[in-house]
């Protein structure tokens, strides 16, 4: 009992209390979200406000268990649970629902699980096994393809599941790797394909290949003539104009014409208010009208008659931004960004490289979430339909979430066990 006890006192209550507020202030905001008269009572359980209070009381319960567990626990068994997840995302192909064209659930009655989402955390786990075990580098090349490897399976099944939103939480791992001692230089290249990625949509591909050669061919021109340098440059030739042509070929033969039709709006190829800019252009009208101090709660008119579709999920920031203003914006908006130093600062005072680098997982999924979210409600970003951590509607987001949340707050609690 005492072992007991000496963990509890242990926990990172500021960590906690971060993550109760904005539990607390989102089922505030779901409920504004879905409001009508009939239903007044925030506790109706045949709401989504509702059920949502009882995925919170749940996900209370599974955060006091994963607390309870031994601090060794994750370390030991992440390959394990790694594997686990994997089996669940290749069985849900196999097996599962498809809800909102993906098919990425088990359902059984009215309640709908999502792997997926836990199998970001499951990922998270795996990568710091193995990143923490004795003689591993991150500069060696065979590490890196490892790494890459544990990352590629899961994405690789997210994306056969039409999920590509989920799939692209797994680029968060690159904030990860660069602690850990990867090459600054990958995300300058990262921002590199970005870029590149978006003026192969904007551009034909074939001007941007000429442009290329030319770039290369004046390269080619200046450097000393030796073989490794040829080779070196030869190689990155083949690589850039085979991405443009790869993207290029995807975007006309690969995606579904809905989320060309997200890319085309966000990019301003096309203004479609009806469609697929709809959500998107409701959400902008229904932010800016909350002005700076909001429209007050359960007065928004956008809310009100349902004029965002999906305002208690992927859209949930919107009502925060009706009803609650710039002002209500910022502070949620600070409380992630207080969350995510706090996780930070955490981290690096873990005295296990396990802890550290997972701690650092948990801070880029959440920072890619939180990102991407907000940017999608303000059509910054394009509509790939991920939740914002917390605070959007649904068990198996908020389970997952938790569950991510409170092993690192355990692992937090057991270092102080080791000293």
């Given amino acids: 009992m005492r072992y007991q006890k000496n963990i509890f006192s242990n926990i990172d209550w500021i960590t906690v209390g971060l993550y109760l507020v904005l539990v607390i202030f989102g089922w505030v905001n779901i409920y504004a979200a879905v409001f009508n008269e009939s239903h007044k009572s925030i506790f109706d359980i045949s709401q989504s406000y509702g059920k949502q209070l009882i995925w919170i009381g749940t996900s209370l319960v599974i955060a006091i268990v994963v607390l309870a567990i031994d601090g060794k626990f994750f370390n030991t068994f992440a390959y394990t649970i790694y594997g ?113 990625f978006f003026l192969t949509l904007l551009i034909d591909q074939y001007v941007i290949i000429a442009t290329i050669t030319g770039v290369f061919l004046v390269l080619f021109f200046f450097i000393k003539k030796k073989r490794k340098e040829i080779f070196i440059l030869v190689g990155i030739y083949l690589l850039t104009t085979g991405f443009v042509f790869s993207v290029d070929y995807i975007y006309k033969n690969v995606l579904e014409p809905h989320q060309k039709q997200r890319i085309e709006v966000l990019l301003g190829q096309q203004t479609d208010l009806k469609k697929a800019g709809y959500n998107v252009n409701q959400s902008k009208i229904a932010i800016g009208s909350g002005g700076f101090a909001g429209k007050g709660f359960l007065q928004g008119t956008q809310t009100k008659y349902n004029f965002v579709p999906e305002q208690s999920t992927d859209f949930i920031f919107c009502t925060v931004g009706e ?40 801070a880029s999924i959440l920072f890619f979430h939180v990102v991407i979210n907000v940017s999608m409600t303000m059509g910054l970003a394009p509509v790939i339909g991920i939740p914002l951590p917390f605070f959007s509607y649904g068990g198996s987001s908020l389970w997952s979430f938790t569950i991510l949340l409170f092993v690192f707050i355990r692992q937090d609690a057991f270092r102080v066990q080791q000293l």
């Fill in 323 to 362: 009803e609650w203003g710039f002002l209500g914006s910022i502070v949620v908006i600070g409380l992630y960004i207080t969350l995510l130093i706090r996780i930070i600062f955490v981290a690096e005072r873990q005295r296990s490289s396990f802890s550290r680098i997972y701690g650092y997982g948990v």
């Fill in 84 to 196: 686990i997840f994997i089996f669940l995302l290749i069985f849900v192909l196999l097996a599962g629902s498809e809800i909102s064209g993906s098919k990425s659930w088990f359902k059984i009655g009215e309640f709908a699980l999502q792997p997926s989402e836990f199998a970001k955390f499951a990922t998270n786990l795996a990568i710091a096994k193995y990143l923490s075990t004795a003689n591993i580098k991150i500069q060696d090349l065979e590490t890196k393809l490892k790494t890459l490897l544990i990352l590629a399976i899961p994405v690789s099944l997210i994306f056969l599941q039409n999920d590509t939103g989920s799939a692209l939480v797994y680029f968060a791992f690159i904030f990860v790797l660069y602690r850990e001692g990867l090459s600054g230089n990958v995300l300058i290249l990262g921002f590199v394909v970005v870029v590149l």
